[in-house]
Every structure is written in structure tokens, then in C-alpha cells.
């Protein structure tokens, strides 16, 4: 039986490589790039005879770099982007990868393109990567609604070689945000007599806003000012003249812009407006006399599958030739109430330098809203900033904020107090169920003569705090109500 002995090396004497083979081949493995390599085989049998074979040599080519990353997913500069079910994916190749060279991933995240980070695993040799992972911190719950994030992928081949792709960015979908077609072209149809736009909803829950592409058109002599009008129906057929029932209505303030500007239809503040999933629904937008254009969709095949665009004749609703769809976006969520503190006495507590109150909630998910119990004792009147912490309330302010909104300043309220909503749902902080928050406010200064209300200590998972400064925790509890929602998929 004949047995190889394997030398290879850069230069003499050959050092051993693999001895005792049974098999006229061997892998050496990787080699240096753009190196000249000797070898030898050494052939013996099993009487101890051996027979050396010549020296031959060879040189390893140079390294490619390897090509650029490409193909993101999300898409560069997308938007809508699903805040708990958004994988990044792309695509990457090298140059060498035929003859055994293979290619390793750095996933770079941030809000900041100026300070990317790496967040995945050392030596990734997958193409895709969850960006609610990161290498040092445990797994998020989810992305923030709204935010616009940015990501590059650095791939690294077996010699070290590197090539950074460029930065690619995405923009998270805001908060319950459910059907939408924001491809808009231009101009179309006028308020004046009604337009609207036929949907799908695609879960059960309630209608909060409808957000519209809309512009004001100026005339020689213009109207008066006037509201635009939008109403959410309920239709029996995708066909609106088959027959619809009005679920509610709100109104868009007047306004005089001459180009397109994404407008707020509120629907938090009249009746609920339930929706349910895959029922079809009209959104109507009408005018008497000022005239406003919605914006249309941007060709003539229809971007938003599950409806179109409408128009009245003064006889009939009809579609647009070709098939055209509005821009709007649809959103909703629940709002689940969770901690309070019930409202019995007319005492309160002047803001001063600051007040808190901690909590604990009991749902895990978004927080939508706190309504909190304020009086206003003179006429000065001043926003209130209120802010959600983890933990009890920080000295610094400045830092550790999960979420900030304001409340605009109301009048004197002439020794009652009135329920004020501080309304988180454009960014909600995601709050983990049985852990203690703060809710702070604050106002502008001195000359306020704000307070909250507050009782004896009656809340269990929490207490008020005053800041004197510095914080001091007291035995009382302020009177609040907070409003929780699971977060999207």
C-alpha cells in the first residue's frame, strides 16, 4: 500500500504539510494572496520504500475585494416600514467565490447615518439580519413609529479584505397606520359637490386620523373661509351607490397653501368610529363654496388595490377614467384603559419646579395617551411639557426620555379642574408590563399658577413626587388615567 507525504511552503526546506496519505489529493487550505508556493510529494510503501518526486511550484493569484452590497430591502429611502416585522435583507457576491472564497457580514444601524454601529453577530454569513437585534443589548419589542433609520452592510471575504456598501435609510410607519396610497401626481378633483375614496380595512379597530394630500385652490376672489368636511361611511358593496350609512364625521381647518401639504382629518375627538376588518368603507371629503384639490395617484394603474377614486355628479358617485386613487392614509388603534387614580376632592398641587406621579402598567405595549386632572388658578396662560421616564423621576430631565408632548395652555378655569390629555400617539414609548414609569410635567415659569389635582395615597403602584429640588416622594398620588395599545405587527 503507498502512502504521500505532502510538503508545501514558501521556501526551502519544504515544511511537512500532511504526512501518511492514503489519497493523491490534498486541500491546503487557505493560502497567501499573490504568493509563490513550492511542493513536494514523498511516496512510500509499506517496506519502507520512498521515492521523492520533483519540486514544483506554483503562485496564488491577488485577492478581488469583494463586490459592493446591493438590493436593499426595505428599499433605500422607503417609507411605512413595518415597526415589528421589518427584516433587512440584500444582496452580495465576490469576485473569487468560485474558487473557495466566502464572504462574511457587519450590519451598521442607526438613527444618526454619522454614527453607525455595528449590531450583528460577529462573523454573519447570512444575508439578511432583524434590526431589532443588537449585538449588546437584548432584543427590542419593536422599532420606534416615525423614525427614519440608517444601514450599510460592510462584507469582508477569508483574506480580510473588505467593501462597505453605501448607506441606505428607511422610515418606519407611524402608529396605526392601516391603508394607505401616498403616490400622488398632481391635480384632480375639487371638494366642492364631494369626492371621496373607496377602502378595505385591513384590521378591527378604531378609526383615529386620515391623513390627505390636499392644496388650496386661490381665485380671482376667493370665498369665504371655510372647513372641509370628511366623513367615514360604511358601504354594502364596493360601490357606494349601492347604498352607505355614516359611521362619523369631523372637519379639516381652513387653510390658503397653494401646493400639496398632508392635512389631519381628527377622529379621536368625536364618537368612536369602529372599523372592522375587510369591510368596505368611503371616505368623503365635501365643500360648499371654497374650493381644495385632493391629490391623485400617479398613473393610471390604480397603486392602491382595495378601492378608488370617486367624484358627484349631483345624480351619482363616479369613478375616474382612467382608475385613479386619492392619497390618504388611514389609522387605527384601540385605546385599552389601564392605571388610574379616581377623582375625588378639589385639592391640587401648583407645578412649581416640576411634579411626577409613578406607575406601573399592567398591559405591555404603547402608551397612547395620559389624561391627568389640571386647574388653571389665574389668566397667565403657558404649555405644559409632559414626559415619560423609566423609573422614578430623574434629576437631570434632559436625559433618559422615552417620550415628550404638551399640552397647550389652557385659560383660567375659574377654581375647577378639567381633564387634559397628553397625546403620545405619534411617537408611543413602548412600556413593559409591572415596571415602574413617571409621568412628569412641567410648565413655563414662575408666573403659572397651574396645579394637579391629588389626594391622600390611594393609587398602589405609585406616588407622587414633588421637585423641591430635589425629588421628594410623598404619601399622596395625583389623579391621572393612562391609555395603553398592543403594538403593530
Given at each position: 500500500?503507498?502512502?504521500?507525504?505532502?510538503?508545501?511552503?514558501?521556501?526551502?526546506?519544504?515544511?511537512?504539510?500532511?504526512?501518511?496519505?492514503?489519497?493523491?489529493?490534498?486541500?491546503?487550505?487557505?493560502?497567501?494572496?499573490?504568493?509563490?508556493?513550492?511542493?513536494?510529494?514523498?511516496?512510500?510503501?509499506?517496506?519502507?520504500?520512498?521515492?521523492?518526486?520533483?519540486?514544483?511550484?506554483?503562485?496564488?493569484?491577488?485577492?478581488?475585494?469583494?463586490?459592493?452590497?446591493?438590493?436593499?430591502?426595505?428599499?433605500?429611502?422607503?417609507?411605512?416600514?413595518?415597526?415589528?416585522?421589518?427584516?433587512?435583507?440584500?444582496?452580495?457576491?465576490?469576485?473569487?467565490?468560485?474558487?473557495?472564497?466566502?464572504?462574511?457580514?457587519?450590519?451598521?444601524?442607526?438613527?444618526?447615518p454619522a454614527s453607525l454601529y455595528m449590531i450583528s453577530s460577529d462573523n454573519w454569513e447570512n444575508k439578511y439580519w432583524n434590526p431589532k437585534e443588537?449585538?449588546?443589548?437584548?432584543?427590542?419589542?419593536?422599532?420606534?413609529?416615525?423614525?427614519?433609520?440608517?444601514?450599510?452592510?460592510?462584507?469582508?471575504?477569508?483574506?480580510?479584505?473588505?467593501?462597505?456598501?453605501?448607506?441606505?435609510?428607511?422610515?418606519?410607519?407611524?402608529?396605526?397606520?392601516?391603508?394607505?396610497?401616498?403616490?400622488?401626481?398632481?391635480?384632480?378633483?375639487?371638494?366642492?359637490?364631494?369626492?371621496?375614496?373607496?377602502?378595505?380595512?385591513?384590521?378591527?379597530?378604531?378609526?383615529?386620523?386620515?391623513?390627505?394630500?390636499?392644496?388650496?385652490?386661490?381665485?380671482?376672489?376667493?370665498?369665504?373661509?371655510?372647513?372641509?368636511?370628511?366623513?367615514?361611511?360604511?358601504?354594502?358593496?364596493?360601490?357606494?351607490?349601492?347604498?352607505?350609512?355614516?359611521?362619523?364625521?369631523?372637519?379639516?381647518?381652513?387653510?390658503?397653501?397653494?401646493?400639496?401639504?398632508?392635512?389631519?382629518?381628527?377622529?379621536?375627538?368625536?364618537?368612536?368610529?369602529?372599523?372592522?376588518?375587510?369591510?368596505?368603507?368611503?371616505?368623503?371629503?365635501?365643500?360648499?363654496?371654497?374650493?381644495?384639490?385632493?391629490?391623485?395617484?400617479?398613473?393610471?394603474?390604480?397603486?392602491?388595490?382595495?378601492?378608488?377614486?370617486?367624484?358627484?355628479?349631483?345624480?351619482?358617485?363616479?369613478?375616474?377614467?382612467?382608475?385613479?386613487?386619492?392619497?390618504?392614509?388611514?389609522?387605527?388603534?384601540?385605546?385599552?384603559?389601564?392605571?388610574?387614580?379616581?377623582?375625588?376632592?378639589?385639592?391640587?398641587?401648583?407645578?412649581?419646579?416640576?411634579?411626577?406621579?409613578?406607575?406601573?402598567?399592567?398591559?405591555?405595549?404603547?402608551?397612547?395617551?395620559?389624561?391627568?386632572?389640571?386647574?388653571?388658578?389665574?389668566?397667565?396662560?403657558?404649555?405644559?411639557?409632559?414626559?415619560?421616564?423609566?423609573?422614578?423621576?430623574?434629576?437631570?430631565?434632559?436625559?433618559?426620555?422615552?417620550?415628550?408632548?404638551?399640552?397647550?395652555?389652557?385659560?383660567?378655569?375659574?377654581?375647577?379642574?378639567?381633564?387634559?390629555?397628553?397625546?403620545?400617539?405619534?411617537?408611543?414609548?413602548?412600556?413593559?408590563?409591572?415596571?415602574?414609569?413617571?409621568?412628569?410635567?412641567?410648565?413655563?415659569?414662575?408666573?403659572?399658577?397651574?396645579?394637579?389635582?391629588?389626594?391622600?395615597?390611594?393609587?398602589?403602584?405609585?406616588?407622587?413626587?414633588?421637585?423641591?429640588?430635589?425629588?421628594?416622594?410623598?404619601?399622596?398620588?395625583?389623579?391621572?388615567?393612562?391609555?395603553?395599545?398592543?403594538?403593530?405587527?
Amino acid at each position: 500500500m503507498i502512502k504521500y507525504d505532502v510538503y508545501l511552503g514558501t521556501s526551502s526546506p519544504l515544511p511537512e504539510a500532511k504526512i501518511g496519505l492514503t489519497a493523491t489529493y490534498y486541500n491546503p487550505g487557505i493560502l497567501i494572496e499573490n504568493q509563490d508556493y513550492y511542493w513536494q510529494i514523498v511516496a512510500h510503501d509499506n517496506h519502507g520504500t520512498l521515492k521523492n518526486g520533483p519540486v514544483w511550484h506554483f503562485k496564488t493569484r491577488a485577492n478581488t475585494d469583494p463586490n459592493s452590497p446591493s438590493d436593499p430591502n426595505p428599499i433605500n429611502e422607503s417609507t411605512d416600514a413595518k415597526v415589528n416585522k421589518t427584516i433587512m435583507s440584500w444582496n452580495c457576491s465576490d469576485p473569487d467565490e468560485g474558487i473557495g472564497d466566502k464572504l462574511t457580514y457587519e450590519v451598521l444601524f442607526a438613527k444618526n447615518p454619522a454614527s453607525l454601529y455595528m449590531i450583528s453577530s460577529d462573523n454573519w454569513e447570512n444575508k439578511y439580519w432583524n434590526p431589532k437585534e443588537n449585538r449588546s443589548t437584548p432584543i427590542l419589542p419593536r422599532l420606534d413609529y416615525n423614525t427614519t433609520y440608517y444601514w450599510k452592510i460592510k462584507a469582508t471575504d477569508i483574506y480580510s479584505d473588505s467593501t462597505d456598501g453605501p448607506i441606505w435609510n428607511f422610515r418606519t410607519a407611524g402608529k396605526g397606520l392601516d391603508q394607505y396610497a401616498t403616490y400622488g401626481a398632481g391635480d384632480y378633483l375639487s371638494t366642492v359637490g364631494g369626492i371621496g375614496q373607496t377602502i378595505v380595512a385591513g384590521k378591527t379597530e378604531d378609526l383615529s386620523k386620515i391623513n390627505l394630500s390636499l392644496k388650496s385652490m386661490f381665485t380671482p376672489s376667493p370665498p369665504p373661509p371655510e372647513n372641509i368636511t370628511v366623513e367615514i361611511y360604511q358601504c354594502i358593496t364596493h360601490n357606494p351607490n349601492d347604498g352607505m350609512f355614516n359611521l362619523g364625521k369631523t372637519k379639516i381647518p381652513d387653510f390658503t397653501l397653494g401646493y400639496y401639504v398632508w392635512k389631519k382629518a381628527d377622529f379621536t375627538s368625536s364618537k368612536k368610529v369602529h372599523l372592522f376588518k375587510n369591510r368596505t368603507y368611503f371616505i368623503k371629503l365635501y365643500t360648499s363654496q371654497k374650493n381644495y384639490l385632493w391629490q391623485y395617484s400617479s398613473s393610471d394603474t390604480s397603486p392602491y388595490q382595495n378601492g378608488s377614486a370617486w367624484f358627484y355628479n349631483g345624480l351619482k358617485w363616479n369613478t375616474t377614467s382612467p382608475p385613479r386613487d386619492f392619497t390618504f392614509a388611514t389609522y387605527l388603534w384601540s385605546f385599552i384603559h389601564d392605571q388610574f387614580c379616581s377623582d375625588t376632592l378639589s385639592i391640587g398641587q401648583n407645578i412649581g419646579n416640576g411634579l411626577a406621579q409613578t406607575f406601573k402598567p399592567s398591559i405591555q405595549g404603547d402608551l397612547m395617551r395620559v389624561n391627568l386632572s389640571l386647574e388653571n388658578k389665574n389668566d397667565v396662560i403657558q404649555d405644559i411639557t409632559v414626559r415619560i421616564y423609566s423609573g422614578t423621576p430623574p434629576e437631570d430631565l434632559s436625559k433618559g426620555t422615552l417620550a415628550t408632548t404638551t399640552i397647550k395652555g389652557f385659560p383660567n378655569t375659574a377654581g375647577k379642574f378639567v381633564w387634559k390629555q397628553a397625546n403620545f400617539t405619534d411617537k408611543p414609548p413602548y412600556l413593559y408590563r409591572g415596571q415602574t414609569y413617571s409621568i412628569v410635567i412641567s410648565s413655563g415659569g414662575g408666573l403659572s399658577e397651574y396645579t394637579w389635582k391629588i389626594r391622600p395615597n390611594s393609587y398602589l403602584d405609585g406616588n407622587a413626587w414633588i421637585y423641591d429640588p430635589p425629588w421628594d416622594s410623598t404619601s399622596n398620588d395625583f389623579i391621572f388615567s393612562t391609555y395603553m395599545d398592543y403594538i403593530d405587527n
